[in-house]
């Protein structure tokens, strides 16, 4: 089943999490590919995080797993770094309950108790990024806008919060989003304040800007 990102987002509160068949990822080539190595996101990495491709629908696939590691659903990205009109960048093939889970969480665990801080970032790729640059104690939310049940998580977690959300995203955006948080949780913002980034571009993006703020460009919101 195909569904687009945007689509399930209404009623995602209402579903459940639940695990997925894993002999549906069989139905995807594993095949590593040059569109994400360009993106600094190397083959050993996609293997690791078991990227694939669908013949079918003509795109990148990326599972999603739970905490637990469970199989709980797959998005695809568009085969082609241009993306036609009317075609989205990113669909899920196998639908997944958004607002449940931090992506990359059944790997990064260990990484975020043993550095006793978590990296929260946009998106999937990003965390594939930082994996390959050696910071693996990060999770992605999957967009900018969290839901009670990921805060929840991230408390859970008991590691020093470090949102590092894309150019495009305001800093009293993150402000509001903190105050969601309980008192006493340590949270911290990366803030491009020597302006090294593009126009929606994620920290994570580029290996030498991701070194440089996250050495010189860490805040404490609170």
């Known amino acids: 089943m195909m569904e687009d990102m945007n689509s399930n987002s209404i009623n995602e509160k209402e579903k459940p999490l639940k695990p997925i068949n894993e002999c ?12 994400f190595a360009e993106d600094y996101i190397d083959y050993s990495t996609q293997r690791e995080f078991e990227i694939g491709f669908d ?6 696939t990326i ?3 739970s905490e ?21 960048k990113y669909i899920y093939l196998e639908p997944c309950a958004r607002s ?13 108790k043993q550095n006793n801080r978590v ?16 910071y693996r104690n990060a999770v992605s939310t999957g967009g900018k806008e969290l839901s009670q049940n990921q805060i929840d998580m991230i408390v859970r977690l008991g590691a020093d919060i470090i949102f590092a959300f894309d150019k495009d995203v305001e800093k009293t955006e993150i ?14 913002y990366i803030y491009d304040e020597d302006k090294i980034l593009d126009e929606k571009e994620s920290p994570s993006d580029n290996p030498t800007k991701w070194q440089q703020l996250v050495t010189k460009n860490i805040y404490r919101l609170r």
């Open 24 to 35: 549906i990822l069989s139905y995807y080539k594993p095949y590593v590919n040059d569109l």
């Open 68 to 88: 637990l590691g469970d199989l709980v659903g797959v998005k695809g990205r568009y085969f082609d770094r241009k993306v036609p009109d009317g075609e989205n």
């Open 175 to 188: 402000e509001d989003l903190a105050n969601r948080f309980p008192d006493g949780v340590p949270i911290y």
């Open 119 to 134: 990296y929260i970032l946009e998106s999937e790729k990003a965390v594939l990024q930082l994996w390959g640059y050696g």
């Open 55 to 60: 013949e079918e629908s003509n795109r990148y």
């Open 63 to 65: 599972p999603i797993r």
């Open 100 to 112: 449940k889970i931090l992506y990359g969480l059944n790997k990064t665990m260990k990484y975020i």
